[in-house]
Nanobody
Framework: QVQLVESGGGLVQAGGSLRLSCAAS????????MGWYRQAPGKQRELVAT???????KYADSVKGRFTISRDNAKNTVYLQMNSLKPEDTAIYYC???????????????WGQGTQVTVSS
């Protein structure tokens, strides 16, 4: 089994910062890309940022220059540093990872349970 556990969400005022963490655990052989997605009420889930195993990053236009994704391969953890937060960043943030389990033939897509981020104006 593989689990992704997120932490770091909460309530913050506009202009503030939060740091999300997501730790993968279980029978992991390797982790390919990791990323963060978010879903606001009444909206579809959207990509926020991704990072490959070679640290190539990709960001949604709406967060470029404000959010930074990083990963610690030794800890199987991905982070999302969110600065200059805006009310429109309010959403449930989900961690995602492409993981090859020990003994598996191919990698699979895994999701965390989500963590709420609320930005007040």
């Amino acid at each position: 089994q593989v689990q992704l556990v997120e932490s770091g969400g909460g309530l913050v005022q506009a202009g503030g910062s939060l740091r999300l963490s997501c730790a993968a655990s279980g029978s992991i052989f390797s982790i390919n890309a990791m990323g963060w997605y978010r879903q606001a009420p009444g909206k579809q889930r959207e990509l926020v940022a991704t990072i490959t195993s070679s640290d190539t990053t990709k960001y949604a236009d709406s967060v470029k220059g404000r959010f930074t994704i990083s990963r610690d391969n030794a800890k199987n953890t991905v982070y999302l540093q969110m600065n200059s937060l805006k009310p429109e960043d309010t959403a449930i943030y989900y961690c995602n990872a492409i993981i090859l389990r020990i003994g598996a033939l191919r990698a699979s897509n895994y999701w965390g349970q989500g963590t709420q981020v609320t930005v007040s104006s």
